[in-house]
């Protein structure tokens, strides 16, 4: 009778352990089997990175590219240029909090492929508790926030010294609504684009190609400076242009590794490739210019460095440091090229060289994203069924979708704006600048 009682005590014992066994093994070997019905959750690792990322960020506008502008500019203009910068930085953040943020990253109910929904206008229902992945939603929408801004501020580069700030500010306003926020959704928020497999991790066609061929527009439209070609316009400050530039490069590793949404490996792949690629395309202007010009100057190596922050932006998440030492060097020659070759060519007058940096550089560096992803060159892989040629047919796509959109539609905001208030200062204001006749003031 004792040994039964035993036995049996053994046998429940045994039956206790394999059960509990099951269980450890179902909730430890399978967590898939609950991750759907289970609810996303707040990282606090995650949420300081992107509330760093979203601050470095800011830091490219204001003060970097308002720097780099207004050193590139005539003296008589250095407060005018500066101030665009710091001005769209306030219309835009105000534009993305009322309507932007809801048009680029909601679908209202259901999927758009062209253009979000309503249901984040005002930033309506966005509570303290709301989550994107693993950060909260004001943190997503306020990072976001941050590319909105810098994106039409690029833009000013093409028209320097000769817009009406009026028009400047209409032609931001609409052009943010417009243009950028349904590309942001294309890209971004679910719309064709992303469903069609364009892969752009940063910017690349979001921010730069939309902002340089908005700049080429503007350029076109407005027409070129008064004296150009024959006046001096040598920058006035190179020293502030190099302090901008360096803030954009600081702060392109929010842009570029913030862009992964957490602090992980991609994340600190994204950064390395973002460091490689800068460098490789300062370099590669410099020499370039060494070469055809035989004296390596400030102005060349700092625009080379923004062309390699420009290039590696869509591929930034995607690439290995072999594809960005190649994307960085290629991109740095390939602008060099543009905007002292190609613009003089062609007789456009794109001020401080938005197109050539950004539209070329961005349009280069989404190409070749679709090469340098391929695990042959230390990216992450292909998805599956997508061949190498096949991708760089989506990139192409991907970047003419953003060229035709931002193009026409830039064209006929600038059109709208002329024909009611008037794009261009008058020829006496323009001579003697725009910090005196649009704000009263000068830089002594």
Request: a neutral charge.
């Given at each position: ?8 005590r ?29 609810a ?9 990175w ?35 910068s ?13 309507a ?15 253009i ?19 950060i909260?939603e ?41 243009v950028y ?13 992303g ?17 340089g061929?908005a ?21 006035h ?27 992980d490996?991609?994340?600190g ?29 400030v102005?060349?190596?700092?625009s ?16 290995g ?40 550089g ?23 069924g997508?061949?190498l ?15 035709v ?40």
């Open positions: 009778m004792m040994t039964r009682k035993i036995d049996s053994r046998n429940a014992t045994r039956a206790s352990a394999l059960g509990l066994g099951v269980f450890a093994a179902v909730l430890t070997a399978a967590p898939g089997a609950f991750a759907q019905d289970a996303p959750t707040l990282d606090k690792g995650d949420t300081a992107m509330l760093t990322s979203t601050a470095l960020v800011l830091l490219m506008t204001i003060p970097g590219l308002a720097l780099f502008y207004g050193g590139m500019v005539r003296k008589k203009n250095v407060l005018a240029t500066a101030m665009q710091f001005a769209i930085t306030c219309l835009v953040t105000v534009i993305w909090m009322v932007g943020y809801s048009l680029a990253f909601t679908d209202g109910g259901a999927a758009n492929p062209i979000g929904g309503l249901s984040r206008i005002f930033l309506g229902g966005m509570g303290v508790d709301a989550l994107t992945g693993s909260p004001s943190v997503f929408m306020c990072f976001q926030m941050t590319f909105a801004i810098i994106t039409p501020a690029l833009i000013c580069g093409a028209f320097a010294d000769r817009m009406k700030f009026s028009a400047m500010l209409w032609f931001m306003g609409l052009w943010s609504v417009i926020s349904p590309v942001a959704h294309w890209v971004w928020g679910g719309g064709f684009l469903g069609l497999g364009v892969k752009d991790f940063a910017g690349g066609t979001v921010v730069h190609i939309n902002a061929v700049g080429l527009v503007c350029a076109l439209v407005l027409g070129k400076r008064e004296g150009y070609g024959r006046d001096n316009m040598a920058p400050n190179l020293v502030l242009s190099l302090i901008g530039a360096s803030l954009l490069w600081v702060g392109w590793f929010g842009f570029n590794a913030g862009s992964e949404l957490a602090a490996g991609t994340a792949m994204a950064m390395t490739v973002t460091q490689i690629a800068t460098a490789a395309a300062a370099l590669a202007w410099m020499f370039y210019e060494w070469a055809g010009r035989g004296k390596p100057s102005l060349g190596i700092v080379g460095a923004v062309a390699g922050l420009v290039a590696i932006t869509p591929a930034s998440g995607f690439v440091p072999t594809g960005a030492l190649i994307i960085g060097l290629v991109a740095g020659v390939i602008c060099a090229w543009s905007a002292t070759w190609l613009k003089p060519k062609l007789g456009y007058d794109d001020s401080l060289d938005a197109f050539g940096v950004h539209g070329v961005g349009f280069v560096g989404a190409i070749l994203t679709g090469v340098f992803i391929s695990k042959t060159f230390g990216g992450v892989g292909l998805a599956e997508v061949s040629g096949g991708q760089v047919w989506t990139q192409f796509l991907g970047t003419l979708a953003t060229i959109w931002s193009g026409v539609a830039s064209f006929a905001i600038l059109k709208a704006v002329d024909m009611t208030i008037g794009l261009r200062v008058s020829k006496e204001v323009e001579i003697e600048g725009l910090d005196i006749n649009l704000h009263g003031e000068v830089l002594h």
